[in-house]
């Protein structure tokens, strides 16, 4: 396992891009520099307009958003409403067993003045996914991501609106480039990580054909419109940044110890508590979690140095509560030995001796 000269980036991130043992983030993080933002704020202002009018004649919204009800959704909300005075709808698919802080700041977002869709995929059909997800893959959140991707795109060609707004490009900032674009155009999503460019019903053909109508992402070749990033065109889009102005608007964080959760800032994956098991898997599976990118990101602000960073991934990372780790059992049906006997085949090399620390058989 090999890391990245300049921050904490492991070579062991799928889609991960190395130049001369620089990590694909840093190197955006240095083309950022370069950029002529100006350039770019003006080309989202045309872009914003070019939707306006066509919007204006179809009788419909001017762009639809994809949303959680986290940090990064009231900043990109809030960035089309009040800077690009865009006529938004917002569009979600709410997470399954939602916490109490995550419903919370998802009101907080509408009531900041929005129309909103929300998509509930039946949780019989999201159980059943997720367990068989875990069993073959290690990786459940597949079962979850699909409609949370799908539906902003699914709703947006039904409604015929022109424009859909996306926060951030992982691409770009996570520097899992291999098979993504890099560009401002985020009609291409279905080819990330965790989707892989997969159709979701041929995927998942083992169970309910009939019933993942909300986990298919729609041909959009008939549709006239356009998808984008925001991070693309916005100099200021960051995580902190995004944090900060996220808590002055009323966004709540996790009160949990940084122990329990497996992370250093306590404003992330705050609807739900799979997300937290999701990264302790990804730990073990690819010998590093939720930590190592959180640190990535600091020291590539200036926040850390590369020495902190490994410190607090000595400490924190691959961490997860065992409360979390009984609700996810619980959900899915299936024993917590169970558990750790099917996460102890995925183990490749386990770098802060987590296993020792965490699992019971
Ligand atoms: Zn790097």
């Not at 698919?93 to 929300?118: K, M, S, W, Y």
């Not at 169970?207 to 909300?214: K, M, R, S, V």
Request: proline residues 3%.
């Amino acid at each position: 396992m090999n890391y990245c000269a300049s921050c904490c980036q492991p070579d062991t991130r799928p889609q991960i891009i190395f130049k001369d043992g620089i990590c694909g983030a840093c190197l955006w993080e240095e083309e950022k520099k370069k950029i002529d933002w100006r350039g770019r704020e003006l080309h989202l202002k045309e872009i914003a307009e070019v939707a306006q009018d066509k919007a204006r004649q179809r009788g419909t919204y001017d762009c639809a958003l994809g949303v959680s009800g986290g940090k990064d959704s009231l900043f990109t909300a809030l960035y089309a409403k009040l800077k690009l005075h865009l006529n938004c709808l917002l569009v979600s698919a709410a997470p399954d067993q939602i916490t109490e802080v995550g419903q919370r700041n998802f009101d907080n977002l509408v009531n900041h003045g929005f129309d909103c869709i929300r998509i509930f995929v039946n949780p019989d059909v999201a159980k059943r996914l997720m367990r068989e997800e875990f069993i073959k893959y290690c990786h459940f959140r597949k079962a979850n991501e699909f409609p949370l991707w799908a539906s902003v795109y699914t709703v947006a060609k039904e409604k015929n609106i022109p424009l859909i707004i996306q926060g951030e490009n992982a691409a770009l900032t996570l520097g899992a480039s291999k098979n993504m674009n890099i560009d401002w155009d985020a009609s291409t999503i279905y080819k990330t990580n965790t989707l892989g460019g997969e159709d979701a019903i041929k995927h998942f053909s083992y169970a309910f054909p009939n019933q993942l109508f909300l986990f298919k992402y729609p041909d959009l070749s008939d549709w006239d419109g356009k998808a984008i990033w925001l991070n693309y065109f916005v100099k200021e889009w960051s995580q902190h940044g995004n944090a900060q102005f996220s808590m002055a608007r009323g966004l709540q964080i996790r009160d949990d110890s940084l122990d329990a959760i497996g992370r250093i800032h306590k404003w992330t994956s705050l609807d739900s508590d799979f997300h937290i098991v999701s990264q302790m898997h990804k730990y073990f599976k690819y010998s590093f979690g939720f930590v190592t990118d959180e640190v990535c990101y600091d020291i590539r602000e200036n926040r850390l140095s590369r020495e902190e960073g490994f410190e607090l991934i000595k400490k924190y990372d691959g961490k997860c509560d065992r409360k979390y780790i009984q609700k996810f059992c619980d959900f899915i049906g299936i024993p917590e030995e169970e558990h750790w006997r099917i996460l102890k085949r995925f183990v490749k090399y386990d770098p802060w001796n987590r296993w020792q620390e965490m699992s019971i058989i």
